[in-house]
């Protein structure tokens, strides 16, 4: 197998004959005559097709030898859909990579995440991606360390430390072979000076492709927001984050982003307790975007739908909102089994402020880390505020995520992780499911028991009494599921300041 992987070099290089944005992040174009690699829709002349070859990831370019192209700026893509839609194992790979896994845990921690030997991922990894695992890592690596130089005023030094460098000089190398430019040169390119920073302050540019329905992710967001660990207004949501080196904060701005531009930014304010979690810490947020979906396939094959059309018309580039902790999504899932959105915000809150970990945020109403699964697992389950069957279960949960029985960072198969969460008490499908859509970032997930979409499917009912067959919907059953909740979800509050919900 070639570096180029699965690619169809025809196909590919009509892609970059049309300046298609909506491959760029799917392949990049390395040209031989240059010695630079571009994205699908750099703006430069089309080479000849002799002079190029088609790479599956950035690191399969820089492993082949070709620098990152300084006008399109190749590595400032959202990642691949299919590293979702396929869920293989070299997408569970890309996703805990992009955490920063691999600098944390070493080749050995990933490869015992996605359950394989060090030797056999990274010839996995080759074949299907162009690169193995340290050279996926490190281009990672540069692409954050490009970000940061270009868009803070953070010292090269606390650069190369953030952006997951074991050393200033690998820093300086590697920068200097991706992108034929020194730090010092990439920061001249930038611009304007920045203001004063505050420690641990970082501002960054989250690339997502368009459409993007920036405001209804923000509603969903703000209706579902829990006490303490997370705030909402008109344009802005923010939250605390629990992250591997300590605790952090992001507020995001999120505004509808139209179709035509390809990939277009979520402007984010992080503070971070750490700078070396600045990696993972936009990698979740970016989760929490779902930032790597391709709204142009989705849009066309549930926009042809004769009952989905209209509403897939009325909101281009809707998003299954994702999570920033896979562990936190399904404690909260749980929480809200079999009651209102409202009572679920009250219970989570309560449950925020009793065992939730006080942090310092730069946010007003953000007062703690939501509770890990440790923590919750050695709750006596009478003490919730819950039934105490469903207070048994959360704990039974928490339990199972504190000692790996049940894994939720997107590395194990996803039907494994059903499995072992349909195994524990008072875990129906439902819940699984939704969990899977959320915490696993599955597109292809509906949930038939759901009484609001049990009531909006009747309410589509043709004049033959017949309704929706949810079937035809694959493989985005999780993008119909939240058009179809679109529907009933009200704006987020207006008013001064940052909104809370009380508990």
């Not at 060090?118 to 692409?143: F, S």
């Not at 368009?210 to 969903?220: C, I, K, M, N, S």
């Not at 779902?290 to 998003?319: S, W």
């Not at 960072?409 to 499911?433: E, H, N, Q, Y």
Request: charged content about 20%; aromatic content about 6%; proline content about 8%.
């Amino acid at each position: 197998m070639t570096p180029t992987g699965h690619l169809d070099t025809e196909a590919c290089y009509r892609a970059v004959q049309s300046r298609d944005r909506r491959f760029d992040g799917v392949f990049y174009t390395a040209v031989r005559t240059t010695g630079i690699y571009c994205r699908p829709s750099c703006p430069a002349r089309t080479p000849a097709v002799a002079n190029v070859t088609f790479h599956p990831t950035a690191a399969s370019a820089h492993a082949a030898g070709y620098r990152a192209c300084k006008r399109c700026l190749p590595d400032a893509t959202p990642g691949s859909p299919e590293w979702d839609v396929a869920a293989d194992v070299a997408g569970r790979a890309m996703r805990l990579i992009a955490d920063g896994l691999v600098d944390r845990e070493g080749v050995d921690g990933l490869a015992r995440r996605v359950g394989y030997t060090p030797r056999h991922l990274g010839r996995l990894l080759t074949r299907e991606l162009g690169a193995a695992p340290l050279a996926l890592a490190r281009a990672r690596r540069a692409q954050t360390a490009r970000v940061l130089i270009e868009t803070t005023d953070l010292p090269v030094t606390d650069v190369a430390f953030a952006a997951g460098f074991a050393s200033v000089r690998q820093f300086n190398d590697t920068v200097r072979e991706v992108y034929a430019a020194s730090p010092s040169q990439l920061r001249e390119r930038r611009g304007s000076a920045h203001a004063a920073r505050t420690p641990g302050a970082l501002t960054m540019r989250l690339a997502v492709r368009t459409p993007f329905a920036g405001t209804r992710l923000l509603d969903f967001l703000a209706y579902h927001l829990v006490p303490g660990v997370e705030v909402a207004a008109p344009g802005t949501y923010a939250r605390t984050l629990d992250l591997p080196h300590g605790p952090g904060t992001v507020r995001l701005r999120l505004t509808d982003l139209p179709a035509g531009t390809g990939t277009g930014f979520v402007a984010a304010d992080f503070w971070l307790h750490d700078l070396r979690d600045t990696a993972a810490a936009s990698e979740r947020v970016r989760r929490l975007l779902d930032a790597d979906c391709d709204p142009g396939a989705v849009d066309a094959h549930l926009g042809a739908d004769p009952a989905l059309g209209a509403l897939v018309r009325a909101t281009p580039g809707l998003r299954v909102p994702g999570q920033v902790d896979g562990d936190e999504t399904a404690v909260r899932t749980v929480i809200g089994q079999q009651v209102s959105v409202t009572g679920a915000r009250t219970v989570g809150g309560r449950i925020v402020a009793a065992h939730g970990r006080p942090v310092s945020s730069p946010v007003p109403g953000l007062t703690h880390l939501f509770p890990d699964a440790a923590t919750l697992a050695g709750v006596d389950p009478e003490t919730l505020p819950m039934p105490r069957t469903r207070g048994r279960a959360l704990v039974g949960l928490a339990s199972a995520l504190a000692d790996g029985t049940v894994v939720l960072d997107r590395g194990p198969d996803r039907d494994d992780v059903r499995r072992s969460l349909l195994a524990l008490p008072g875990i129906g499908p439902w819940t699984a499911d939704y969990v899977a859509m959320r915490a696993l970032g599955h597109p292809d997930v509906f949930l038939p028991t759901d009484l609001a979409v049990r009531r909006l499917l009747a309410g589509m009912a043709g004049a033959d009494g017949t309704v929706p067959d949810p079937e035809a919907w694959r493989p985005w059953r999780s993008y119909a599921l939240m058009h179809l909740w679109n529907t009933l979800m009200p704006e987020t509050p207006p008013g001064g300041g940052e909104l809370t919900c009380g508990p």
